[in-house]
């Protein structure tokens, strides 16, 4: 068991120095969310018509919608930095000399996958900090609520990163393939729009939205931070994190898995 605690202890302390060291990473991670937040919500209330005179409660109420949604993209960039780093270390080497240690992969590589878990969490309440000095308060003991859920969703995010890793040999194509998990994810959820808004839109989009994983992740976050459940996507969040993690160890088999046509 001290083997174990001590190879964690090294892989997640690695990723947090990394972490701390790499500032631009954490003000990056930080940026994204907030433009949403201040510009997009100013977009919305002028597509609205709303732009002159606004009523208050129309402004901070969709503002109240979306602050799940960026939480959400938080954890997804991250989970995506998290797999370039993988890809990274593989070429530079270090990654396999981890997997060749006499503990299991899977035990590695769900290390590496909470060590990002955690970093993710760190971004997401410092953006709940400035999203609560911005006059979006939720209740207060909904800050400890969603901490479960951010876990959660963390996990089964960072695990897809896990798994696109698995499939990407060199680093330079790894920022295509991001962009094009990244956006359809985003875009195609609820983090922006409540899902009756797109049925009214699209009954195809209404579908892929209503079954993206990471809507479900975005509206376990949303309804725990309200201090509400919702049990379905939890067990969407818990299945498609199972399916993520089982799909990324077996990539990362040698003698299975993606790995094996390297070269």
Do not use: C
């Amino acid at each position: 068991m001290m083997h174990y605690l001590r190879a964690m202890g090294g892989i997640v302390g690695r990723e947090l120095s990394r972490f701390i060291t790499q500032r631009e990473r954490f003000i990056s991670a930080l940026v994204r969310p907030l433009v949403w937040l201040f510009v997009f919500a100013a977009g919305f209330r002028a597509a609205l018509g709303l732009a002159i005179t606004p009523p208050y409660e129309t402004y901070i109420l969709y503002e109240v919608y979306i602050t799940p949604g960026l939480i959400g993209m938080i954890q997804l960039f991250n989970g995506m930095q998290s797999s370039l780093s993988m890809v990274y270390d593989r070429e530079m080497g270090s990654m396999r000399i981890l997997l060749v240690s006499p503990l299991p992969r899977w035990f590695l590589l769900l290390s590496k996958l909470l060590a990002g878990t955690g970093v993710s969490i760190i971004q997401a309440y410092v953006f709940l900090a400035i999203a609560y000095a911005y006059d979006i308060r939720p209740p207060l003991e909904g800050y400890l609520w969603v901490i479960f859920p951010l876990i959660l969703s963390g996990l089964m995010l960072g695990a897809l990163g896990l798994l696109l890793s698995s499939f990407i040999k060199q680093l330079e194509n790894f920022a295509g393939v991001m962009n094009f998990v990244i956006f359809p994810l985003f875009f195609m959820s609820t983090a922006l729009y409540p899902l009756w808004k797109m049925q009214e839109s699209s009954e195809f989009l209404y579908l892929l939205a209503q079954y993206n994983p990471f809507s479900q992740a975005v509206e376990l976050i949303r309804f725990a931070l309200y201090g509400q459940s919702n049990y379905f996507a939890l067990a969407y969040t818990v299945g498609a994190f199972v399916l993520f993690m089982t799909a990324a160890i077996i990539g990362y088999n040698p003698s299975k898995g993606m790995m094996t046509r390297k070269g």
